[in-house]
């Protein structure tokens, strides 16, 4: 099935978003029918809202693979190595 990106509207703030291609392959991906209601900065709003209000805490880390600062969504153990985002992108 051939794509084109789309302009949907935000039903929260009514601000136009583009659905890319590569979003809607992703959803076809997953098996996901509808496409998406809201906006980015809406969508987070509403995940920090469902968690009291409160964004996800993020930990300071160093990767164990190229030595850069980084940050991850959850507390590091020291007995186990921690990658950056794009190392752990790249590992797959």
Request: glycine share 6%.
């Amino acid at each position: 099935m051939a794509y084109e990106d789309l302009t949907l509207q935000c039903m929260d703030c009514g601000c136009d978003f583009e659905f890319t291609v590569s979003e809607q392959e992703f959803y076809e991906q997953k098996g996901l029918a509808n496409r998406p209601k809201r906006c980015k900065p809406c969508r987070t709003a509403k995940k920090n809202a469902s968690r009291g209000g409160y964004p996800k805490k993020m930990y300071d880390v160093v990767c164990s693979q190229c030595g850069r600062d980084a940050q991850v969504p959850f507390k590091p153990s020291d007995d186990r190595p921690v990658l950056c985002k794009e190392c752990y992108s790249s590992s797959f």
